[in-house]
């Protein structure tokens, strides 16, 4: 099973930006890869996703601020995020899976392996 490590995290004041990246132990040429994040005491959310073409869809909160992108040569996905907002902040984490619905692509139950997370805090 593909194993998946965050990092990129960190502090930064509004209107900042930040790159996350995920680096994957095999190849993720196969695999719909996302981005979640979870605020404290709220829900896990869907942030951006990319399907096997690398066709990529956004939650609406951070569409035209958020890019997400994969490397299938690095075997690591990416997540440049821009015009950072204190609603921003939340544990961010990098999913893969397969064979994902376009429709689904943003819901938590369609992943089946998760790294560990990395904080981006805004303020």
């Known amino acids: 099973q593909v194993q998946l490590v965050e990092s990129g995290g960190g502090s930064v004041q509004a209107g900042g930006s930040l790159r996350l990246a995920c680096a994957a132990s095999e190849n993720v040429s196969k695999y719909y890869m996302a981005w979640f994040r979870q605020a404290t005491g709220k829900e896990r959310e869907g942030v951006a996703a990319?399907?096997?073409?690398?066709?990529?869809t956004y939650t609406y909160s951070v569409k035209d601020r958020f890019t997400i992108s994969k490397d299938n040569v690095k075997n690591t996905l990416y997540l440049q995020m821009n015009s950072l907002e204190p609603e921003d902040t939340a544990m961010y984490y990098c999913a893969a899976g397969r064979a994902i619905a376009w429709g689904e692509l943003l819901r938590p139950g369609r992943y089946t392996t998760w790294g560990q997370g990395t904080q981006v805090t805004v303020s």
């Open positions: 990319i399907d096997s073409t690398g066709s990529p």
